[in-house]
């Protein structure tokens, strides 16, 4: 039984092998766990530190107030409708920065064109960025303004006359 024995030698000899390998920070596996731990508190500390310097814009304090105004605008869209008010609003950068914005109005001729326009400008997610214009006829049925400091992307318009009986809104590009 000689070869019995050998192979219980050869078999005993094997786990202690595995045990001579290192002690456990010579190893990469102890490592990758902890460094897969350390980067989850990593990333944790800097949500915490974002959310606690920013200001959530998004949110309005009166909520049920802005809730209940909804359908008084929804109205103004209604009746831009049934006049048969369109825009087509279009906006340009100049050299300088500034953004030109014209408006081409359209309707029967029962709703002639009003003297002016104003048009509100709101970012899609940056309260502190909307504007309010004043948009000038420049011709019979064209407006214009201009504002400066906007920034690139997608800006949500709402024109309305002066009277505030009609609105029309309109989603726009802003190249940078």
């Known amino acids: 039984m000689p070869a019995n024995s050998s192979l219980l030698a050869s078999s005993a000899a094997r786990p202690s092998q595995r045990q001579a390998s290192g002690a456990w920070w010579q190893n990469r596996w102890p490592w990758i766990i902890l460094g897969m731990l350390g980067s989850t508190i990593l990333a944790c500390m800097i949500t915490i530190v974002i959310a606690v310097k920013t200001q959530d814009s998004l949110v309005a304090d009166d909520y049920t107030r802005h809730g209940k105004g909804i ?3 929804l109205e103004k869209d209604q009746e831009a409708t049934r006049r048969g008010i369109t825009l087509r609003p279009s906006a ?3 050299p300088d920065g500034a953004v030109v914005f014209v408006v081409v109005y359209s309707a029967p001729e029962s709703s002639p064109p009003p003297e002016f326009l104003r048009l509100q400008l709101a970012h899609p997610t940056i309260g502190a960025q909307d504007r309010s214009l004043a948009m ?10 201009q504002a400066t400091d906007l920034m690139a992307g997608y800006w949500h318009l709402s024109a309305e006359d002066p009277q505030g009986q009609w609105r029309v809104r309109s989603r726009l590009p802003i190249d940078p």
């Open 71 to 73: 359908n008084q605008r």
């Open 92 to 94: 340009s950068r100049q």
């Open 136 to 145: 000038v006829q420049t011709a019979p049925g064209r407006y214009q303004a």
